[in-house]
């Protein structure tokens, strides 16, 4: 057993390990954090190899979600309180949010200090009642110590294997069979059962009847991502980007970089080939062929007779 955990504890440690950020980030913390209240969740774009996981098997950006609980000093739920003060012991004017993290389970942490670098966004829950929102609280809080769901990322797997080779009924009996783990939880499923507690929607299930009067069902918490959040029309985005109103409405003199860098991603950035104008900006049709043609044969290198053969030739004479 020593053994076994050795090895899961490795493997942990290195999917969780986040590389350094490149640059400055997308929004702009200062401003989140004036405006941010208690209930709001907060959408993180993690930079770690479990983060891509998750952000290429939900089709997404993001790749975390928390719940935001304000200061410790602010809360006025008793119960509440309580339950914070025994999982956090730091300064008690910080801003805080309860998560559920991958290598120590559902915990307080300092907003600031975990994603003051991080690309995130706010969504807050349109017209949800003060009581509601302190249930909602209290019922995550409830959560605080709880283990981290691995059974999550093994549903996540399914998604990106083929259907042939895992039969899609064994993803789905696994869903149905883990929703009874409740000692376990991961961030997004936890905190999308916390606002079904109070019948708060996030995207269910819309039926008609016979007799004509729409039905709603609560979909299974278990398959809500952090994206459902960012999607879902009963909650409101809010941005903060780094560039306020007043400097986009100028936005021909914006700081952009004079030789013309195009970025992949960050630090994957690269100068065009450019044809006629260079501040036209239009990429090279040379380029393009060079890059698509190269792609093309490297690809079928790979897996023969799996992908088209291009033409790039003009047939200038055909009529």
Same mark, same amino acid.
């Given at each position: 057993? /020593?053994?076994?955990?050795?090895?899961?504890?490795?493997?942990?440690?290195?999917?969780? /390990? !986040?590389?350094?950020?490149?640059?400055?980030?997308?929004?702009?913390?200062?401003?989140?954090?004036?405006?941010?209240?208690?209930?709001?969740?907060?959408?993180?774009?993690?930079?770690?190899?479990?983060?891509?996981?998750?952000?290429?098997?939900?089709?997404?950006?993001?790749?975390? &979600?928390?719940?935001?609980?304000?200061?410790? #000093?602010?809360?006025?739920?008793?119960?509440?309180?309580?339950?914070?003060?025994?999982?956090?012991?730091?300064?008690?004017?910080?801003?805080?949010?309860?998560?559920?993290?991958?290598?120590?389970?559902?915990?307080?942490? =300092?907003? @600031?200090?975990?994603?003051?670098?991080?690309?995130?966004?706010?969504?807050?829950?349109?017209?949800?009642?003060?009581? =509601?929102?302190?249930?909602?609280?209290?019922?995550? &809080?409830?959560?605080?110590?709880?283990?981290?769901? +691995?059974?999550?990322?093994?549903?996540?797997?399914?998604?990106?294997?083929?259907?042939?080779?895992?039969?899609?009924?064994?993803?789905?009996?696994?869903?149905?069979?883990?929703?009874?783990?409740?000692?376990?939880?991961?961030?997004?499923?936890?905190?999308?059962? &916390?606002?079904?507690?109070?019948? +708060?929607?996030?995207?269910?299930?819309?039926?008609?009847?016979?007799?004509?009067?729409?039905?709603?069902?609560?979909?299974?918490?278990?398959?809500? &991502?952090?994206?459902?959040?960012?999607?879902?029309?009963?909650?409101?985005?809010?941005?903060?980007?780094?560039?306020?109103?007043?400097?986009?409405?100028?936005?021909?003199?914006?700081?952009?970089?004079?030789?013309?860098?195009?970025?992949?991603?960050?630090? #994957?950035?690269?100068?065009?080939?450019? !044809?006629?104008?260079?501040?036209?900006?239009?990429?090279?049709?040379?380029?393009?062929?060079?890059?698509?043609?190269?792609?093309?044969? /490297?690809?079928?290198?790979?897996?023969?007779?799996?992908?088209?053969?291009?033409?790039?030739?003009? =047939? !200038?004479?055909? @009529?």
């Amino acid at each position: 057993m /020593k053994i076994n955990n050795w090895i899961a504890d490795g493997l942990i440690r290195w999917l969780i /390990k !986040e590389r350094e950020a490149f640059g400055i980030p997308l929004c702009n913390f200062r401003r989140i954090r004036s405006v941010i209240k208690p209930g709001d969740v907060v959408l993180v774009e993690g930079r770690s190899k479990a983060s891509r996981l998750i952000k290429l098997a939900t089709h997404s950006s993001w790749s975390h &979600a928390a719940l935001c609980i304000g200061s410790l #000093d602010k809360i006025t739920d008793l119960a509440t309180r309580r339950l914070v003060s025994q999982h956090y012991d730091g300064p008690p004017h910080r801003l805080l949010v309860i998560e559920a993290m991958m290598d120590r389970g559902v915990v307080v942490s =300092d907003m @600031q200090k975990e994603y003051g670098q991080h690309h995130i966004r706010i969504c807050r829950p349109s017209g949800l009642s003060e009581d =509601d929102n302190t249930r909602v609280i209290r019922f995550v &809080a409830n959560h605080l110590g709880c283990q981290y769901d +691995f059974r999550y990322l093994v549903d996540l797997f399914r998604f990106l294997v083929p259907f042939n080779l895992i039969p899609l009924r064994w993803g789905t009996k696994l869903h149905w069979h883990y929703t009874r783990e409740r000692h376990k939880a991961v961030c997004s499923s936890m905190l999308a059962r &916390a606002f079904m507690t109070v019948s +708060f929607p996030i995207i269910p299930v819309l039926e008609q009847n016979s007799d004509g009067n729409l039905v709603m069902y609560r979909r299974n918490f278990r398959t809500m &991502a952090p994206r459902d959040f960012d999607v879902s029309p009963y909650f409101d985005i809010i941005k903060y980007p780094l560039l306020n109103d007043n400097d986009v409405s100028d936005y021909h003199n914006l700081p952009w970089d004079s030789q013309g860098r195009v970025c992949n991603a960050d630090g #994957d950035c690269f100068v065009p080939e450019r !044809e006629g104008d260079v501040s036209g900006g239009t990429l090279g049709w040379g380029a393009a062929r060079n890059s698509l043609g190269t792609m093309t044969n /490297k690809l079928s290198n790979v897996v023969p007779h799996s992908f088209p053969t291009f033409n790039w030739r003009r =047939d !200038e004479n055909k @009529q």
